[in-house]
């Protein structure tokens, strides 16, 4: 939680007890929740937060990169808890997005025109397919 007061703060932000809710939320969560998922949980315990609040939260965190917004096919956003090097298999038909390592994608060379007509930030792979739980229901 240390290093997150310390970005808040960095960034100007106060640091909130609705902000560490619902820092505290994400955290504890195992996927990638959406502002819904995020706000229908939070309201269990912050009965009177709106769901504007927890959105305009969630994409304060994620500009000031103390979490970060993933990839997603549906209308809904996502969010990650984890900032650190990774990359995402992405299901297509739950539209589950599990986390995995792999040194070999952390460096994907970039396509000389992309590297020298955009600023690049990060890189993250994204691989779709049909997740192992989807594929067991289709079996059976």
């Not at 290093?3 to 932000?13: D, T």
């Not at 979490?67 to 297509?92: A, K, Q, T, W």
Request: glycine residues 4%.
């Amino acid at each position: 939680m240390k290093p997150f007061i310390e970005r808040c703060r960095q960034a100007g932000l106060k640091v909130t007890p609705q902000r560490m809710a619902i820092y505290n939320l994400l955290m504890s969560s195992t996927d990638h929740p959406s502002a819904d998922w995020i706000y229908r949980k939070i309201t269990s315990t912050w009965p009177t937060i709106s769901f504007d609040t927890v959105n305009r939260t969630l994409l304060t965190f994620a500009e000031i990169g103390v979490i970060d917004m993933v990839e997603s096919y549906s209308l809904s956003r996502r969010f990650d808890p984890c900032v650190g090097n990774h990359h995402h298999f992405h299901c297509v038909r739950c539209g589950q997005i599990i986390d995995f390592c792999d040194a070999t994608l952390d460096n994907v060379p970039l396509p000389t025109h992309i590297g020298n007509t955009f600023t690049v930030t990060g890189t993250r792979v994204v691989i779709s397919g049909v997740c192992s739980e989807c594929a067991e229901q289709k079996a059976s």
